[in-house]
């Protein structure tokens, strides 16, 4: 399809998604790989993997129990222009079974966004963008395009099973960035209008009210000039585009040429380094920031707690040789053995106060087979015969 009033060029279903997304998928793939297997290996990984999918999918499944409760499903009676348009969208993009639309208000928010559970996928349009676009125009239909490009493209199953991977610094970012890109280029094409497409993502910027009286090309340019280290750190490290050069990319499709890409600040990539990807930027997406945080914790808390339980030990070995001495001493003085702790510990004894075990262990003092006082902790037993017990 061609339509030369809005200078819409030949995009096809097979140039909706760009290559860098190939490429980047194959990085973040290995990487997912190597620090899934890593997780694997350790002893409590895949139980603590376990209970945070859970809590995953139990947090997905509650945003989704409020769209089906508190939003507006559109349908055939309920607002029957955007259902035609997004059947029309859906049908464009080869999509067989639309998932359901619902429109929620947001408070004035312009967005939208995807989520899928339990198998069933769901398209949400915030009211007040709807407002601003129309439920019958093109604009609309980019927007609702770019949301099932997500759907298509599997994106929402991606972002869980190669959460560990999206946190690699550069990569992880730049994934998720060819995702939105490659999503333009979905709306471009179910909108068929490159004019409609460019000030759907002027409202994004401007506002409802404002965003489409817009020059997208001055909007555009702010990309190329206005540019610096904090601007580059900024597009290295965000997960979405931003709007100025998703706008440029538009115009360039419009024009059926390559997209142009602005010089960044060679200084931004050292601190990037050193920035986790996987930030977000829709609802939806909370939920895997949450899950890939606690098996980082999953693969470290164990190593903390090994960690932690020989510290004390080793603070108890120091206890019991320290009142073994003391018994000794006692010994050694009075030509009898001590009757009670009281005889050693005290402000004018041979230990001034009585340690405590930081597990909650008790301590027992007995003569052993030399005939030396021997302290033993109920918790940690003796530096040369210790407990099988594990701090409390």
């Given at each position: 399809?061609?339509?030369?009033?809005?200078g819409?060029?030949?995009?096809?279903?097979?140039?909706?998604?760009?290559?860098?997304?190939?490429?980047?998928?194959?990085?973040?793939?290995?990487?997912?790989?190597l620090?899934?297997?890593a997780l694997?290996?350790?002893?409590f990984?895949?139980?603590?993997?376990?209970?945070?999918?859970?809590?995953?999918?139990?947090?997905?499944?509650?945003?989704?129990?409020?769209?089906?409760?508190?939003?507006?499903?559109?349908?055939?009676?309920?607002?029957?222009e955007?259902?035609?348009?997004?059947?029309?969208v859906?049908a464009?993009?080869?999509?067989?079974?639309?998932?359901?639309?619902?429109?929620?208000?947001?408070?004035?928010?312009?967005?939208?966004?995807?989520?899928?559970h339990?198998?069933?996928?769901?398209?949400?349009?915030y009211?007040?963008?709807?407002?601003?676009?129309?439920?019958?125009?093109?604009?609309?239909?980019f927007?609702?395009?770019?949301?099932?490009?997500?759907?298509?493209?599997?994106?929402l199953?991606?972002?869980i099973?190669?959460?560990?991977?999206?946190?690699?610094?550069?990569?992880?970012?730049?994934?998720?960035r060819?995702?939105?890109?490659?999503?333009?280029?979905?709306?471009?094409?179910?909108?068929?209008?490159?004019?409609?497409?460019?000030?759907?993502?002027?409202?994004?910027?401007?506002?409802?009210?404002q965003?489409?009286?817009?020059?997208?090309?001055?909007?555009?340019?702010?990309?190329?000039?206005?540019?610096?280290?904090?601007?580059?750190?900024?597009?290295?490290?965000?997960?979405?585009?931003?709007?100025?050069?998703?706008?440029?990319?538009?115009?360039a499709?419009?024009?059926?040429?390559?997209p142009?890409?602005?010089?960044?600040?060679?200084?931004?990539?050292?601190?990037?380094?050193?920035?986790?990807?996987?930030?977000t930027?829709?609802?939806?997406?909370?939920?895997?920031v949450?899950?890939?945080?606690?098996?980082?914790a999953a693969?470290?808390?164990?190593?903390?707690q090994?960690?932690?339980?020989?510290?004390?030990?080793?603070?108890?070995?120091?206890?019991?040789?320290?009142?073994?001495?003391?018994?000794?001493?006692?010994?050694?003085?009075n030509d009898?053995g001590?009757?009670?702790?009281?005889?050693?510990v005290?402000?004018?004894?041979y230990?001034?106060?009585?340690?405590?075990?930081?597990?909650?262990?008790?301590?027992?003092?007995?003569?052993?087979?030399?005939?030396?006082?021997?302290?033993?902790?109920s918790?940690?037993?003796?530096?040369?015969?210790?407990s099988?017990?594990?701090?409390?």
């Amino acid at each position: 399809m061609n339509d030369s009033s809005s200078g819409y060029s030949g995009l096809s279903p097979a140039t909706l998604t760009l290559q860098k997304e190939r490429t980047y998928h194959v990085w973040v793939l290995v990487f997912s790989i190597l620090l899934w297997a890593a997780l694997a290996a350790t002893i409590f990984g895949l139980f603590y993997a376990a209970i945070f999918a859970f809590f995953m999918w139990l947090g997905n499944g509650l945003l989704v129990a409020h769209l089906r409760s508190e939003a507006v499903k559109v349908n055939e009676q309920q607002m029957p222009e955007l259902h035609a348009s997004f059947r029309e969208v859906c049908a464009r993009l080869g999509v067989a079974q639309p998932p359901a639309l619902y429109i929620v208000q947001a408070g004035g928010a312009l967005n939208a966004f995807a989520a899928r559970h339990a198998g069933r996928s769901f398209v949400v349009i915030y009211s007040d963008f709807l407002e601003a676009l129309g439920p019958a125009s093109a604009e609309v239909k980019f927007i609702l395009g770019h949301e099932i490009g997500h759907l298509k493209s599997r994106h929402l199953l991606k972002q869980i099973l190669l959460a560990p991977g999206m946190f690699a610094p550069l990569v992880g970012a730049a994934y998720r960035r060819s995702w939105e890109s490659s999503c333009d280029r979905h709306g471009a094409y179910a909108a068929a209008d490159m004019d409609a497409s460019v000030r759907a993502m002027l409202t994004l910027g401007g506002g409802r009210e404002q965003g489409a009286r817009l020059n997208a090309e001055a909007y555009a340019d702010q990309y190329f000039k206005d540019r610096g280290f904090f601007v580059s750190l900024h597009e290295l490290t965000s997960t979405y585009p931003t709007l100025s050069p998703r706008v440029a990319d538009l115009l360039a499709l419009k024009k059926n040429e390559p997209p142009a890409k602005a010089v960044r600040e060679p200084l931004a990539y050292v601190p990037a380094l050193f920035i986790p990807g996987g930030g977000t930027g829709a609802p939806a997406n909370a939920m895997v920031v949450i899950v890939v945080i606690g098996l980082m914790a999953a693969m470290a808390i164990p190593a903390f707690q090994k960690v932690r339980q020989s510290a004390q030990e080793k603070a108890c070995f120091n206890n019991e040789r320290q009142l073994a001495a003391a018994f000794n001493q006692y010994q050694l003085e009075n030509d009898r053995g001590a009757k009670s702790w009281s005889d050693i510990v005290g402000a004018d004894k041979y230990v001034k106060t009585m340690p405590a075990c930081l597990a909650g262990g008790v301590y027992s003092a007995e003569f052993d087979k030399d005939g030396h006082y021997t302290v033993k902790c109920s918790v940690h037993g003796t530096p040369e015969h210790p407990s099988l017990a594990r701090p409390r």
